[in-house]
């Protein structure tokens, strides 16, 4: 089975990164273990996500869920600027409730199919203003800064999530390069449990198997059965995080036998399905 990359790893609730590139370079897809957030500055960058892809512009905000297949394709050498959050999918659930939920973002992009974010005047918005100081607050080793930096992240949050419900932002609308792929990956996402075979999809969706398999790695990177199980493990993981037992994770994520669950997920994520309940 092919391996694609995780890449980054946070080992706090969240962190922050400003990155700047001047030169074009060829990003490959990969994913993560948790929530990513980036503000766009500057480049001439077009944004994959999941098979759908986005033209930015300045200030645009990208929301990747954890797990989600992504990368930048960066057309010239006009520099690549923008601001990073990687934040702890567990960390966003201590702050939810009946009233308020701070992963309201997250989920919306995902259910929309719309991970990039255009909000009125970003530059000149208390959004942005708190993202800068939160950015400064790495820097710094003030009485508290620890506290500080969660107090901002939490305000940045919702003033993101505000701009959102108060309809000062817009999801912005992707280009699908094949209508039949990325219904093919909508498909995979919603039927994990089920069993799905590269036989199976051609038939769904009238293509030929060899069509099917080579525009699919293409558009997505992924070979169809890497796809899936990587999907899969990573949808187990989130399961067990949020208290399932690792058992029913097992099938409910579509995995025939427990023994050849716990050898996939040990090798992926390097620990037992056991060992993986807390969230660090």
């Keep these: 089975m092919e391996n694609y990359e995780k890449t980054g790893y946070l080992k706090n609730d969240f962190?922050?990164?400003?990155?700047?590139?001047?030169?074009k370079m060829d990003i490959a897809y990969h994913y993560h273990d948790f929530d990513?957030?980036?503000?766009?500055?500057?480049?001439?960058?077009t944004y994959s996500i999941e098979g759908r892809r986005y033209e930015l512009r300045p200030y645009d905000v990208i929301l990747v869920n954890a797990g989600e297949i992504h990368r930048p394709v960066i057309h010239s050498d006009m520099p690549y600027e923008r601001i990073i959050i990687y934040v702890s999918s567990g960390f966003m659930r201590e702050y939810r409730d009946e009233n308020y939920d701070l992963s309201r973002c997250f989920q919306e992009?995902?259910?929309?199919?719309?991970?990039?974010?255009?909000i009125d005047n970003l530059e000149k918005s208390s959004l942005f203003a708190v993202c800068r100081e939160l950015e400064r607050s790495f820097s710094s080793q003030e009485y508290a800064n620890g506290l500080y930096q969660k107090v901002l992240f939490l305000e940045f949050m919702i003033w993101l999530n505000r701009a959102l419900i108060n309809n000062h932002a817009n999801y912005l609308e992707n280009e699908v390069s094949n209508e039949k792929i990325a219904?093919?990956?909508?498909?995979?996402?919603?039927?994990?449990?089920?069993?799905i075979t590269v036989d199976g999809l051609a038939e769904h969706f009238f293509v030929s198997r060899s069509y099917l398999m080579h525009l699919f790695k293409s558009e997505t990177g992924y070979s169809i059965g890497s796809y899936i199980s990587e999907k899969r493990l990573l949808l187990a993981k989130t399961q067990i995080q949020n208290g399932?037992?690792?058992?029913?994770?097992?099938?409910?994520?579509?995995?025939?036998?427990?023994?050849?669950?716990?050898?996939?997920?040990?090798?992926?994520?390097?620990?037992?399905?056991?060992?993986?309940?807390?969230?660090?």
Aim: overall charge positive; charged content about 30%; glycine content about 6%.
């Design 15 to 23: 962190r922050i990164f400003h990155l700047k590139d001047a030169r």
């Design 183 to 195: 219904a093919i990956v909508d498909y995979i996402n919603a039927h994990l449990k089920d069993e």
């Design 36 to 45: 990513k957030i980036v503000l766009f500055l500057s480049g001439d960058v």
């Design 109 to 118: 992009a995902r259910e929309k199919h719309g991970n990039v974010l255009r």
């Design 244 to 280: 399932m037992s690792v058992t029913e994770a097992c099938y409910a994520c579509g995995f025939k036998d427990y023994s050849t669950f716990s050898r996939a997920f040990k090798k992926k994520f390097q620990t037992t399905p056991k060992h993986s309940g807390k969230i660090i």
